[in-house]
């Protein structure tokens, strides 16, 4: 039932259609320019070889990215909640629009118009929510992106090399003669760029899964107005065992955007798993924040006194 809507909403998705869009433009560019009809012959062999790796890395991100979009980021289980026996904290995780009683990390999506368990963002680009039980295939997604990106930058470069030697060296006319010259040199600027980007999202996921944060954990802290990299996170039980929350309990089947019975995620996604050290360590600062913002208040408020 849910990768029939998500199948229906795949078709009203332009980011989504875009993103499909970009991916087959730049394969089908980079075939013509390395393989059909190149600029220069000399890397060749070179280049045909490095094209194997990056045929499967193509397709892992084709795979992953399916798995992220039809797979659901997790739900809530039903009655969950019930028999909470803390009333204000039952008035604090219900969720008036779904009607249900939210888990510790679970987060409202308005744009699924729905609750999602350890919801880290909604993603346009695959039009769900990324969560409890699909963050490991966007993790994925990332990574062979970047691997792709990788070797299009290495087979690019022996395609721009050539040319720029000619160009410095033989005739810059060949600029404008040479069919092959800008759409190559463009493909290049374009995959450096893309790369860019896409690396340092990957870089900032993987610091929250060695953490055992979520992008909405993040944003709520720059909110409450502590932007600081060191801020203590309960969550974060170690390096080991937050990535078997995320990426699942089998190290075998991490490179596969797929669980299996042996690999699902450590834990429900309902109850999590807390560092006592981080969680103390945490309230004592809160309680030192509090203390220093009333005596900075008191000393303000001093002066107007005396005047």
């Not at 087959?24 to 012959?41: D, G, Q």
């Not at 798995?67 to 909640?81: L, Q």
Request: charged share 15%; proline share 4%.
């Amino acid at each position: 039932m849910y990768r029939e809507i998500q199948m229906q909403k795949i078709l009203n998705n332009n980011y989504l259609l875009g993103v499909f869009f970009f991916i087959i433009c730049v394969y089908v560019w980079m075939v013509y320019l390395t393989l059909i009809n190149p600029y220069s012959s000399e890397y060749t062999q070179i280049i045909q070889i490095l094209w194997i790796p990056l045929q499967i890395f193509y397709m892992m991100v084709v795979w992953s990215m399916v798995r992220c979009i039809i797979s659901d980021p997790g739900k809530v289980p039903i009655y969950w909640g019930v028999l909470l026996d803390d009333q204000e904290q039952k008035k604090r995780r219900y969720c008036l629009i779904c009607h249900i009683f939210k888990p510790e990390r679970c987060h409202h999506c308005s744009t699924c118009q729905r609750c999602v368990l350890n919801m880290d963002h909604h993603c346009p680009w695959i039009g769900n929510c990324v969560g409890y039980q699909n963050r490991k295939f966007f993790i994925l997604f990332l990574l062979y992106i970047n691997l792709s990106v990788l070797f299009s930058i290495v087979i690019t470069a022996f395609r721009v090399y050539p040319i720029i030697m000619d160009l410095i060296f033989v005739d810059w006319r060949l600029l404008i003669e040479d069919f092959n010259v800008i759409p190559t040199l463009l493909l290049a600027i374009i995959i450096l760029v893309f790369g860019g980007v896409i690396f340092n999202f990957f870089l900032f996921h993987l610091d929250l899964v060695s953490t055992n944060k979520t992008t909405i954990d993040t944003l709520e802290v720059r909110r409450n107005g502590n932007s600081s990299q060191t801020t203590l996170n309960g969550y974060d039980i170690g390096i080991k065992e937050n990535w078997l929350q995320v990426m699942g309990t089998n190290p075998w089947l991490w490179p596969f955007p797929m669980f299996g019975e042996s690999g699902r995620p450590k834990g429900d996604g309902v109850r999590w798993e807390r560092n006592q050290n981080q969680l103390t360590m945490t309230e004592q600062n809160v309680t030192h924040r509090t203390q220093t913002n009333q005596n900075q208040r008191s000393e303000m408020t001093q002066p107007q006194q005396r005047v």
